[in-house]
């Protein structure tokens, strides 16, 4: 079979089979359709229905059908991380500044910290979490982060499935999890910093300074329709960037998105725009992913992984949000509901540790764990928001 028929036979398998288990055995309520999407390219990548049955793998995911689909996963990605920087509302944050920096600070540090800790005991456990190109510190520190990330876009697609997203506890917790973004891609930064590249890093933050403020300047002058064309442009240009100095096109979509302003769009056109993105592209991105996974040290020793990371991120979590409650005088039962809001990873959290793989920082068996880990965490949310939302009457 030629190329392209291949790929249109991927493009059946991607988009066909997480369909059919979502409508079939009818998963929204404790997995929406995203999560089966990541579960499904986990099975049908190399770890699971590639070692039975192998022809299939070798045949279908051919590397020239890999290479299409991974530039297509590229963009997918880089387009959902520009909008979520767009969804930033810093002037808002500046507002309520002491109840959201205490309660990003706590919630974002306590996890972090409890990560850190779960990163040093598997490496005291045994060998094979570490990537070749990094130093122990970076490990560390990176694998703490995925624990402490809250995935803005995924969030509030939950929210709005909770039908919360509008009301005023959930633009609370946007703005706590719009800090805890910034963060992430701050901390991604630092451990992407390149001392032999550093002079074409600076450069480039040098140039994107003056060029965000030109752009800045031209959105202003254009209607709306344009701007999202613009965008497009701008953002494959921040990226390019980004990605020639050594920070990953990935750091270059956030900043693309952040320094623009979310007035500029209708906020429906938007919400819009992230949908058909979830619905068109993104498929292929949660594919791509799942054909990354590893398991040569041993299923049983990443579900064990997977396990003592998913304890750590959820108990991080929830201590450093019920702290903050206390300190901020929050009504009761307000911590554990934030708290396990912000408790979803998915999507950003993914991209995140699809970076530190590209970087070498971590093994393909470290990315597996946190896969699997980033999905659990996201899978528990609505199950256990939805009552306590009735309970406390906001819904």
């Known amino acids: 079979?030629?190329?392209?028929?291949?790929?249109?036979?991927?493009?059946?398998?991607?988009?066909?089979?997480?369909?059919?288990?979502?409508?079939?055995?009818?998963?929204?309520y404790w997995a929406p359709l995203v999560v089966v999407q990541i579960l499904t390219g986990i099975l049908l990548g190399p770890g699971v229905l590639g070692k039975i049955f192998p022809d299939y793998y070798a045949t279908v995911f051919a590397p020239p059908v890999i290479g299409a689909l991974n530039g297509i996963a590229w963009w997918a990605a880089m387009l959902f991380v520009m909008i979520a920087g767009i969804e930033l509302d810093l002037r808002e944050v500046w507002r309520q500044r002491r109840e959201c920096g205490t309660t990003a600070a706590l919630a974002l540090g306590v996890p972090l910290a409890a990560g850190c800790l779960a990163?040093?005991?598997?490496?005291?456990w045994r060998d094979g979490w570490m990537?070749?190109?990094?130093?122990?510190?970076?490990?560390?520190?990176?694998?703490?982060m995925a624990c402490a990330v809250t995935a803005l876009p995924i969030l509030i697609l939950l929210m709005e499935k909770l039908d919360i997203l509008r009301a005023p506890l959930g633009q609370r917790v946007l703005r706590y999890a719009s800090l805890d973004d910034i963060a992430i891609w701050a901390v991604l930064a630092i451990l992407l910093l390149d001392w032999k590249r550093v002079g074409h890093q600076a450069a480039f933050l040098a140039i994107f300074a003056v060029a965000a403020w030109a752009f800045r300047a031209l959105m202003d002058r254009l209607k709306e329709s344009d701007r999202y064309y613009v965008s497009l442009i701008w953002l494959a240009a921040v990226g390019y960037g980004a990605d020639w100095c050594g920070l990953h096109f990935m750091v270059g979509a956030f900043l693309a998105g952040a320094i623009m302003e979310r007035d500029w769009f209708n906020l429906e056109r938007l919400d819009g725009l992230r949908h058909n993105v979830l619905l068109v592209v993104m498929p292929i991105y949660f594919l791509s992913t799942g054909l990354r996974t590893n398991w040569n040290i041993g299923g049983t020793a990443v579900f064990v992984a997977a396990g003592v990371l998913l304890v750590?991120?959820?108990i991080g979590k929830l201590a450093g949000v019920g702290i903050a409650g206390k300190v901020l005088g929050w009504k009761r039962g307000d911590a554990w509901l934030i708290g396990w809001l912000l408790q979803t990873k998915a999507l950003i959290m993914i991209i995140f540790?699809?970076?530190?793989?590209d970087k070498h920082m971590i093994t393909s068996e470290t990315f597996t764990a946190l896969l699997l880990m980033a999905v659990a965490s996201t899978m528990l949310t609505v199950p256990i928001v939805a009552p306590r939302l009735k309970a406390l009457g906001y819904v």
């Open 1 to 28: 079979m030629s190329t392209t028929e291949l790929f249109l036979i991927a493009m059946v398998i991607i988009l066909g089979v997480p369909y059919l288990i979502w409508r079939v055995f009818r998963t929204d």
């Open 119 to 124: 990163a040093l005991g598997l490496m005291a």
């Open 131 to 144: 990537g070749t190109d990094t130093q122990p510190w970076q490990f560390v520190l990176g694998i703490g």
């Open 312 to 314: 750590a991120s959820v």
């Open 353 to 357: 540790v699809n970076v530190l793989l």
